[in-house]
């Protein structure tokens, strides 16, 4: 019995027909190796896809594909932006309530080079009861865009979340931020009407800087008047924070308390 001729590689004809991407792995497969990468370090995508799938592969190949699969959303991305105009109806109601919140964060790049990443994050407010049965307010079903860009480009570049999450068409609408000037800007050009929200930590925080340089005398009467708002006002103020009030500020009136470098000191090394 003879054997066939040997032939070269050619391009299977019902490759493109079944969606099938240039490597090893199924389309399915191909799926869950970039969405494992999107929560998880890449050697450990490696140990998931062979428990979960039974899918041997390696660091550099999950690198490889999760990276190219980010160039193909950016791209995409960039495009929609590029071309610009109203974007197409799509199904479904539009949202009644919808929160969203961008911020800067400094991450650390493989030179040891440090950059300001920016990310907005959407989500939708829902009441939820605690242990105590009590109801508080929760955000959920978030999604999440980021670049690695100025906060102009960052700007006009989430606009395809933001149309995507119905932001604009939303009724009711809160930006929740940190006071930075970008970050107005940002929620003028896609929800100028958005309630703003200053997040507590990084308002005390700009209050501590302002406090930093001022005399003795100006805290203890700042904390004087603060005692005296407490005890008059309506507000429900914890006992322990009354106390701490009073307290620190009977001790920064006598020799033990100070307000000087010993306080920046004791803060840096918080």
Request: charged share 25%.
């Amino acid at each position: 019995m003879g054997h066939a001729p040997n032939v070269g590689k050619v391009f299977f004809p019902l490759d493109e027909e079944l969606g099938l991407l240039p490597g090893n792995l199924a389309p399915r497969q191909h799926e869950h190796l970039v969405h494992l990468s999107c929560f998880m370090p890449f050697d450990k995508v490696v140990e998931m896809m062979q428990e979960l799938v039974s899918v041997q592969t390696n660091q550099e190949t999950v690198r490889r594909l999760t990276e190219q699969a980010g160039s193909w959303m950016e791209a995409a991305q960039i495009a929609e932006v590029e071309a610009g105009g109203e974007p197409e109806p799509e199904d479904g109601q539009s949202l009644q309530r919808c929160v969203f919140s961008a911020d800067g964060a400094m991450i650390s790049l493989v030179k040891k080079q440090w950059v300001e990443t920016r990310t907005v994050a959407i989500g939708e407010p829902q009441e939820k009861l605690n242990a105590q049965g009590v109801r508080e307010s929760h955000v959920g079903k978030l999604s999440y865009f980021s670049r690695l860009a100025d906060a102009s480009t960052f700007t006009n570049l989430a606009e395809v979340e933001m149309r995507r999450r119905k932001v604009r068409e939303a009724k009711e609408v809160s930006a929740v931020m940190d006071g930075a000037d970008w970050l107005q800007f940002f929620t003028e050009k896609h929800r100028p009407d958005a309630l703003r929200i200053l997040d507590f930590p990084h308002a005390a925080e700009h209050v501590t800087k302002l406090l930093e340089p001022w005399s003795k005398r100006t805290c203890i009467s700042l904390l004087t008047c603060l005692i005296a708002a407490c005890i008059s006002s309506s507000i429900e103020v914890p006992i322990p924070c009354c106390a701490w009030l009073i307290v620190w500020s009977a001790i920064l009136q006598s020799e033990k308390g100070s307000t000087s470098t010993w306080t920046t000191c004791a803060n840096e090394r918080c």
